[in-house]
């Protein structure tokens, strides 16, 4: 990594410290991250995803008269097509926009994007490799901006995964859920919304691949409050132990590829596979974000097993983005 690069992701990992004052970010503008999120808000839409989900016929046309653009530098099969869809239920109409078509800083600024947008629809999600890049966008935009991936957060993601083990376990508070893999995007999300639960993390990645120890150091203080508990080892069995969900994710993300055969190496003895299933409690369930690449981080024998909920997340994504935009969308909000 070159120390341009170090800097700036320094830089964005101090803008995202965590609050630990009360704030209602579903009355505020964004949803960029998790770090502000109170429990009560996690509940409201936890809550209305449940309902979205048993009876969806019951918001049809809500949203109706209502746009929303999807601005992804990356590409995706989760966050596009669940948005899409959800929005479209909701009654609400979607633009697409891929990197050919807005490269973000390239053929224009990012803040002219953002302010043209924010005249034509009433919502942007934005995917993109730099967090920096999604908060200089929610900055110019006056409607609301959704952090569909960053390089520092996965958000969308994390309110599927808690809403995923509330659906199966009927509570998050004390629950215990191992993190097995890279200390990531998605790893920095579940910390922030396990932080806020009172659930429990026993994260386990090779030496070199933690988590951020700025984020670390804010959500241990937010975690302080809540009861929730944060532990970091180097063995995956060490984590496992007593846990209620068990999740792990890529070993090589988007733009890492040059780094594989060495992440490969590295990450070996974390895979989660039988020998896990083997030692995990019996009631465990097992976790992740896909797309999964069979064989490496996980085995089929893990995907496939009964206790598997990889595509109940796959589908929560849906229910939880559709009360997000709800919430988003429809009630009174603070001026920015």
């Not at 808000?41 to 009876?55: S, V």
């Not at 209620?244 to 070993?251: C, L, R």
Request: charged fraction near 30%.
């Amino acid at each position: 990594m070159s120390e341009t690069r170090k800097k700036t992701k320094s830089k964005a990992v101090k803008k995202a410290r965590v609050s630990r004052k009360p704030s209602v970010p579903f009355e505020s503008k964004d949803f960029l991250s998790l770090r502000e999120v109170q429990p009560a808000d996690l509940e409201m839409l936890f809550k209305l995803a449940d309902k979205m989900k048993k009876a969806p016929e019951a918001f049809y046309g809500k949203l109706k008269g209502k746009s929303m653009t999807m601005l992804f530098q990356k590409p995706s099969t989760r966050t596009r097509v669940s948005f899409q869809v959800g929005m479209s239920q909701l009654g609400g109409s979607v633009v697409y926009m891929d990197p050919q078509e807005a490269p973000l800083g390239e053929r224009e600024s990012i803040k002219d994007v953002a302010r043209t947008l924010s005249r034509y629809c009433d919502a942007v999600v934005v995917r993109t490799y730099s967090h920096a890049d999604v908060e200089e966008f929610a900055r110019y935009a006056t409607v609301p901006v959704i952090n569909g991936l960053s390089d520092l957060y996965h958000p969308c993601q994390t309110l599927a995964d808690l809403f995923t083990i509330r659906e199966r376990f009927k509570t998050l508070e004390k629950m215990n859920i191992a993190y097995i893999g890279d200390g990531n995007n998605v790893l920095n999300s579940l910390l922030c919304g396990v932080s806020r639960t009172g659930a429990n993390r026993a994260i386990a990645t090779p030496r070199g691949y933690e988590p951020s120890e700025e984020i670390l150091k804010d959500l241990k203080l937010v975690a302080k409050d809540s009861g929730s508990k944060i532990t970091l080892s180097n063995n995956p069995f060490t984590a496992i132990k007593n846990a209620h969900a068990i999740y792990t994710d890529v070993w090589v993300s988007m733009g890492q590829e040059k780094q594989r055969d060495q992440r490969i190496r590295d990450f070996q003895p974390f895979q989660v596979n039988g020998a896990i299933i083997g030692k995990a409690p019996k009631d465990a369930v097992f976790m992740h974000c896909l797309p999964a690449h069979r064989g490496e981080e996980i085995t089929d024998e893990v995907i496939e097993n009964p206790r598997s909920v990889i595509f109940d997340q796959a589908e929560n994504r849906m229910h939880t983005q559709k009360a997000l935009l709800y919430l988003l969308l429809t009630r009174k909000r603070k001026q920015k």
